[in-house]
């Protein structure tokens, strides 16, 4: 199965397109809408963490539960979004020139952003109940798991294969029996495997999703992430292991019940016919298939499927979709008109904020802030890359490795720099390093792995001829390297340094400033700007940080890695 | 040195350590001497060990005992003067056609301007003249194998070790690479002193080796050897030539039955899986005509376009269901089996069934734990032990598997993946 990263690689042009940029104003304007209509709503209320959480690890089960249901709800957000929005963007040509590049600017925003700008919003929702607050934890783990699922699902779609769809045609299916018959089950594999990834970002973000902290408004919702949250403010070391250990259980709780039997029920769904050796199992879905409990349960459900198979809208029927295709004149004006309307909006509330609050200066400011922490994310994603490409390549040439390492991984993927927090700022204090510096590595924690996941795939899809071919030249040392493995792996690493990259960006947040107690480090950066500008809820400064960053993501992504990438498919792509 | 011996094999054994303990061989007792000057053929069916044999030569896997030289040394890892040319041809796909071949004189400490003459020295008696700069997805396949000779040629390897080189080309591209390859060698321009083919096509190996080797499987065993005495250029239409090609069909059918024996003959029989529907295949084959009934198995073979590793296992499929009968290189069809050849599809499963029941005992065995339980399901696992005392993890996997593709032809029982359970009932 190919990883694609989650970001568009879809064109091969550098400069922006007229759509790229309608994207990032429409993206801009919205978050300036929300952050206006948040400094100006009453505060309705200060603090819902009336009682503070407990550090008794005796509530650690009933917080571990808490959290772990708003991921699962996220998750099911998720997955809701992924199948209309990216199916709309592959189906519709008008709608998927824009509904792309947006997914584009959204998965460069970084998450704090969005829950900066959208916490007083949903607290005015319900005011004064603790659902509000419910609703915009699970909105910023949703935020967090979305867009590289859409980015799958939406590029799986357009990859079915034509032979597949004309065997649906020719079955007499109606677009929607496509949709779910063909389409979903082959994008599936690719999808579950984002959900996984998804899984580990919330976990990276979970303080930042159940402990919100904007201007006055504070929230602390009771789980996981809350309660590191405050065992940060206390400095209970003890704490910290317990959250570790809770988090460790619920992982491993996921992954057995939830990822493992997915993986191993859409191993059937995998389209490429090569006959991997083992076959994924899982002791649950075992238990699932050899019970006729689930086949009852499932059985009105598909009942009702097979019945909506056989109403044929006849909107949606082959004939007329095909004729469908040629884009009316009229609509399309419509259309544009629209798009126009709204972007010259969204162009006039950017326009107002820039004028009303912000000068030159700040904007100045805060790209130099934003030049530092890309001097940084590029420094890591290289050490990185030292790193782990060779350990990368070592553990893909051997299955039995790459078997105990894989799971590993996963779990360090998904856990959040601040556990780190009180190791950095004692060795920082103690040691009296440059947090500047010293802080630096919290960013990678979570992301490098990707470069390693994807460096052992790519290695262990290296043919075993062309690795016997190596060895009967005698090819040996650097230029076994230099010849072989460097670029065997190389479009794998790719993908791997992109999904990083993107995702170091976002750990900037939480990564530039560590506290414990009442000691703070902080760097100088981008993500440490935004996180003091949501602690002192200066709104514009909010606005300018999150900008500032979704510009150096896309054009970083456009500028560099969009070209390397097409560079490694076409030079190095094993075929 | 006209008789300086290039490799010597010596009794040479390779195990494989399985999953639950214990080994399982592979390659046992194997002989083989090189010769200067020789083109020695590996027949064998797949799994027969011959590729994993090439592998030793290369030097890419070090065998459990006996012994391997080269030269009077022995081989302990890839050795200079031994190159391979590989099946799917191992190009790097990021390097041109050039580098390509440079490659195999880049680990030898060779100046960087003689690697480059040498190297379209290469490519020029290869006639890749005017694709250097080209990449490998630019080359058809029979120009990438091309390349895959020139890489190998370029570091004037004594011994030329061919894994099926010609198999995943198509028929016109193969022999037009085995032509040119031939005369090449016959003018001596290739510089290259004597070649090991490792294939699973007869005819070639008549038209290409002065010595043929044939391997018999479980474990690879050398068979039998015939020396080929026909003067190059060789011609497909020489009578001598067509003798050879029977002549092995004829020892390879033979070994087979001896085999046969070994395999067992109750719940051990060891089964390779062949689907029902070749099996119908060859039948209405032979049955029609010009075969009416019988037919020589290299013309059958040809006819239907079956290389021996897919057609032997369909012709030992029908022997051990009493459909057909294997002799002297001739497959006959028996009574039922013209019986199958002239029923309808009902007709053909009945005959399939009561076939199973009669001549596969696995096959009647859980058929009887069916009818005699109440649920009339068994689990897989059930099954999946019982075979384990007599057979490997892998052989009995393989064995199940083929008896439950036969029995859902036959409609003697079903099974169902999801549960891994037998059970009588069809679905509706």
Not at chain 2, 344 to 349: A, D, G, L, Q, V
């Amino acid at each position: 199965m190919r990883i694609l990263p989650p970001v568009s690689i879809e064109a091969r042009r550098l400069l922006p397109s007229r759509w790229d940029v309608l994207a990032a104003v429409l993206v801009l304007g919205f978050i300036v809408l929300f952050a206006d209509a948040s400094s100006t709503l009453v505060r309705p209320l200060s603090s819902l963490s009336q009682h503070r959480l407990s550090l008794d690890p005796i509530n650690l089960p009933g917080y571990a539960l808490l959290t772990s249901m708003r991921m699962l709800i996220a998750l099911a957000f998720s997955l809701v979004f992924t199948l209309t929005y990216a199916t709309w963007a592959a189906k519709s040509q008008r709608a998927g020139t824009l509904l792309v590049p947006l997914l584009d600017i959204l998965q460069s925003v970084p998450i704090l952003g969005f829950i900066s700008i959208t916490v007083v919003f949903f607290l005015s929702l319900s005011p004064g109940r603790i659902f509000g607050a419910e609703l915009a934890a699970v909105f910023a783990i949703f935020t967090s798991q979305a867009w590289n699922m859409a980015f799958s699902f939406y590029q799986s779609l357009r990859t079915v294969p034509e032979e597949l769809q004309e065997a649906g045609r020719m079955f007499g299916m109606n677009a929607w029996a496509r949709f779910w018959r063909i389409e979903v089950p082959f994008g599936l594999p690719p999808l579950i495997w984002n959900m996984m990834m998804s899984m580990s970002g919330g976990w990276f973000f979970v303080t930042l999703s159940e402990a919100i902290s904007v201007g006055h408004t504070t929230i602390a919702l009771p789980g996981i992430g809350s309660y590191i949250a405050e065992a940060i403010v206390e400095k209970d070391l003890h704490a910290i292991f317990w959250a570790i250990g809770a988090m460790l259980v619920v992982i491993l709780i996921y992954d057995q019940l939830l990822f493992r039997p997915l993986v191993a029920w859409a191993d059937r769904f995998r389209f490429d016919n090569e006959d991997s050796e083992e076959y994924p199992e899982s002791w649950v879905l075992d238990i699932i298939r050899r019970s006729t409990l689930m086949d009852r349960i499932a059985e009105p459900f598909h009942i009702f499927m097979r019945w909506t198979y056989r109403r044929s809208i006849p909107l949606r029927s082959g004939i007329v979709s095909a004729a469908r295709a040629v884009p009316s004149r009229a609509t399309d004006i419509v259309w544009g008109g629209f798009l126009i309307l709204i972007g010259t909006y969204a162009l006039w509330r950017i326009y107002s904020l820039l004028a009303g609050s912000l000068s030159w200066n700040d904007v100045f400011y805060a790209l130099g802030l934003g030049a530092i922490t890309m001097l940084r994310v590029t420094i890591l994603i290289a050490l990185a890359s030292v790193v782990w490409t060779p350990i990368g390549v070592y553990v893909g040439m051997r299955p039995h490795l790459a078997r105990i390492i894989q799971p590993v991984a996963q779990f360090l993927a998904a856990f959040p720099a601040n556990l780190l927090f009180p190791l950095a700022v004692f060795i920082i204090v103690r040691l009296s390093l440059n947090p500047d510096i010293a802080l630096s590595p919290l960013m990678v924690l979570g992301t490098q792995w990707y470069i390693l996941f994807n460096v052992i795939a790519g290695a262990s899809a290296i043919p075993r001829e062309l690795r016997d071919a190596a060895s009967n030249l005698q090819l040996k040392g650097w230029l076994w390297w230099r010849k072989v493995a460097l670029p065997g792996v190389f479009p794998y690493y790719v993908t791997g340094a992109i999904t990083a990259s993107g995702g170091s960006w976002n750990a900037s947040i939480v990564a530039e400033v560590a506290s414990w107690g009442n000691q703070t480090a902080r760097a100088h950066g981008l993500g440490a700007y935004i996180a003091d500008a949501t602690t002192a809820g200066d709104f514009h400064k909010i606005v300018l940080g999150i900008a500032t960053m979704s510009f150096f993501v896309v054009v970083v992504n456009r500028l560099f890695w969009r070209p390397l990438y097409w560079f490694a498919e076409r030079r190095y792509r094993l075929t | 040195m006209p008789d300086e011996i290039l490799l010597d094999a010596h009794e040479v054994r390779r195990s494989f350590p399985k999953p639950g303990g214990g080994e399982l061989l592979v390659l046992d007792g194997v002989e083989l001497t090189l010769k200067q000057g020789e083109i020695v053929g590996l027949l064998g069916r797949s799994g027969s060990g011959k590729s994993t044999f090439l592998r030793l030569i290369a030097g890419l896997a070090q065998p459990q005992g006996g012994t391997l030289s080269y030269l009077g040394k022995k081989i302990e890892g890839p050795a200079n003067g031994i190159a391979m040319v590989f099946q799917s041809f191992a190009l790097f796909p990021w390097l041109t056609v050039l580098e390509n071949v440079q490659l195999g004189l880049e680990a030898l400490s060779i100046p960087q301007s003689e690697i480059r003459t040498r190297a379209l020295a290469a490519i020029d008696l290869i006639g890749l003249d005017g694709y250097e700069s080209a990449y490998p997805r630019e080359l058809s396949g029979g120009m990438r194998q091309r390349v895959g000779f020139a890489r190998a040629m370029v570091v004037h390897p004594n011994i030329l070790l061919m894994d099926e080189p010609f198999s995943a080309l198509d028929v016109l591209t193969a022999e037009n690479l085995r032509t040119d390859f031939l005369e090449l060698w016959g003018e001596k321009q290739l510089p290259i002193k004597g070649v090991i083919l490792v294939t699973h096509n007869i005819e070639e190996a008549v038209l290409m080796c002065d010595r043929v080797l044939l391997f018999s499987t479980n474990p690879g065993r050398i068979a039998g050897e015939i020396k080929i005495d026909i003067p190059r250029p060789r011609d497909r239409t020489d009578p001598r030539f067509e003798h050879y090609v029977e002549q092995i069909y004829t020892e390879m059918t033979a070994r087979q039955r001896a085999l046969r024996a070994d395999r067992g003959t109750g719940l051990d029989m060891l089964m390779t899986h062949v689907s029902p529907n070749l099996v119908s295949g060859l039948i209405e084959a032979v049955a029609a005509s010009p075969y009416n009934g019988k037919a020589d198995l290299p013309d059958i073979a040809s006819d239907l376009q079956l290389e021996i590793d897919e057609l032997f296992p369909v012709a030992e499929a029908l022997q051990m269901l009493r459909l057909g009968e294997l002799e002297g290189g001739d497959i006959k069809l028996t009574h039922m089996g013209k019986r199958f050849a002239d029923g309808e599809m009902n007709e053909r499963k009945e005959i399939f069934s009561r076939a199973l029941m009669s001549h596969v005992p696995l096959a009647a065995h859980i058929r009887r734990v069916l009818d005699e339980r109440t649920s009339h399901t068994a689990p897989k696992r059930r099954f999946v032990d019982e075979l384990e005392d007599h057979m490997t993890e892998d052989a009995a996997e393989e064995t199940l598997r083929t008896v439950v593709s036969w029995a859902r032809f036959g409609e003697l029982f079903s099974y169902d993946d999801e549960s891994e359970s037998f059970s009588l009932e069809n679905p509706t």
